[in-house]
């Protein structure tokens, strides 16, 4: 719960009973709610009863039925009950306090009634807070409370030892204290009104946070019961993409072979029109196997199933290995490739493979959006940091034109299919998803001469991991 520091100001900035109850109990109290209940009860009673008990010693003040020092100890042990909060804020010792209070108030009655008429006191009533106050102000179970109840109880029996022993008590005259009697009643019943109202709104409120938390709870169950949902969702898309991959391989597989193997016979032949049907069988069986096996690895990366092997190289080591996959991509070649580097000679620790791979599906990507056109692509390696790879997609005036990051497999800005461009609409989505699982990102951004570009960084992961391990 926020504590308020200004004493009675709640935090709209007008007066508030709660903020100025809370002021006074210590912030370690107000997390807990039971305890933070009985605070409240401690502090209502300590701001509110000493103006309904000096009621009583001013009236007999003013009206002249005493004034010597009984009255002044019996007033002093009511204004008392004032230091308690301001006792507990600075200590914070919320058990003592209380224990000492009801002491206090122990001795407050016990000494009017002592000065006041023995058992026929009208202070006598009183006494039936006690009890009413050990339960309120301290948990239901402990020593603390057991030792206060004892001492309660003891100390009425030794006051009614004392009135019953035949010790002359001070001399009153009963008839001048039946107003006083009717004040003293008439504190009681508000008194114990006062806290049965408040202790009525505490449960109020108690029942509501109840309700409150059961409709969490049912909450909570239900969001875990669809997150358990989820999850065998989730694996058994994984085994039918595993499944159904495996079972289209299989013919694809057979499909791709024969054709080729037709196409080397037509060749052969010099059948140019069996050879041009033939290319497109082939063609579309390479196509289709690329495309499945870029879903099957897709479905990995989010089950969390592709391992990484990352070891110690240099991106000048696989500068050619990366220009000929790309120039085998449909809508490149060698010619409209610019490969460039700014720190070739750097060595970083990754998964070599999957950056060659989200490379690959990057530039793919990029070429099923627009072709024909020139890639640029600049490596800046950082020894110790990121492996930076900058993509600019030229068309063929010269002009760079924007490359879509897609970040979800056959997600698309519009609403046109994917074929009107000739892509499938997954390699710059599993790029993303590639450069995610090697620690990096793919992002759109502008270039110092203004140009689109897209730029795919890959982190050290040595330092990762020497990070991860401080």
């Known amino acids: 719960m926020m504590r308020v520091e200004a004493l009675g100001k709640s935090p709209a900035g007008g007066f508030s009973l709660s903020a100025l109850l809370d002021y006074f109990i210590p912030p370690e109290m107000q997390v807990h709610s039971e305890t933070h209940r009985r605070a409240r009860m401690f502090m209502i009673s300590h701001v509110f009863g000493p103006i309904l008990g000096n009621t009583i010693p001013l009236y007999m003040a003013l009206t002249g039925i005493s004034r010597d020092h009984h009255l002044v100890v019996f007033f002093a042990s009511i204004l008392l009950f004032w230091a308690y909060p301001i006792a507990l804020k600075l200590t914070g010792r919320y058990q003592l306090i209380a224990f000492i209070s009801v002491q206090n108030l122990t001795f407050c009655v016990l000494w009017a ?10 202070f006598l009533p009183w006494i039936l807070i006690f009890p ?76 509501e946070f109840t309700r409150e938390l059961n409709s969490l709870v049912s909450t909570s169950d239900n969001l875990r019961n669809l997150t358990a949902a989820a999850y065998q969702a989730s694996a058994a898309k994984a085994d039918f993409v595993a499944g159904m991959s495996h079972e289209l391989r299989t013919p694809l597989n057979a499909i791709i072979g024969y054709s080729q193997l037709l196409l080397e016979e037509a060749e052969a032949e010099e059948d140019e029109s069996v050879v041009t049907d033939l290319g497109h069988v082939h063609k579309a069986g390479s196509d289709l196997l690329r495309l ?96 930076a790879i900058q993509f600019i997609d030229r068309a063929p005036s010269g002009v760079a034109r924007p490359i879509a990051i897609m970040q979800e497999m056959f997600e698309h800005s519009d609403d046109a299919s994917p074929t009107k461009y000739g892509a499938t609409g997954i390699e710059i989505a599993l790029a993303f998803k590639l450069a995610q699982l090697l620690g990096g990102a793919i992002d759109a951004v502008t270039t110092a001469d203004g140009e689109p570009a897209a730029l795919l960084t890959i982190p050290d992961l040595s330092s990762a991991r020497q990070d991860k391990a401080a």
């Not at 008429?117 to 009208?122: E, K, L, R, V």
């Not at 009963?174 to 009104?193: D, E, K, N, R």
């Open 113 to 122: 009634c002592y000065a006041y008429g023995g058992t026929a006191s009208p």
């Open 132 to 207: 009413l106050l050990a339960f309120l102000y301290l948990p239901p179970t402990g020593d603390v409370r057991n030792i206060l109840l004892v001492q309660i109880f003891g100390s009425v029996a030794i006051f009614i030892a004392v009135a019953f022993s035949g010790i002359a008590l001070p001399a009153v005259d009963l008839s001048q204290f039946q107003t006083i009697g009717m004040i003293s009643m008439a504190s009681v019943a508000i008194y114990f009104a006062m806290m049965s109202l408040y202790f009525a709104k505490m449960f109020h409120e108690q029942r």
């Open 292 to 387: 499945i096996d870029d879903i099957l690895s897709y479905s990995r990366i989010e089950a969390g199933k592709m391992p990484l092997n990352p070891h110690l190289d240099s991106a000048s080591n696989h500068f050619e290995t990366w220009r000929r996959e790309i120039a085998d991509i449909p809508g490149w070649n060698l010619n409209s490739i610019k490969l460039s580097s700014t720190g070739e000679t750097c060595e970083l620790t990754t998964d070599w493979t999957a950056v060659g791979a989200t490379i690959r599906r990057l530039a793919a990507g990029t070429a099923r959006q627009d072709q024909p056109g020139t890639l640029e692509i600049q490596v800046d390696a950082r020894p110790g940091e990121t492996l």
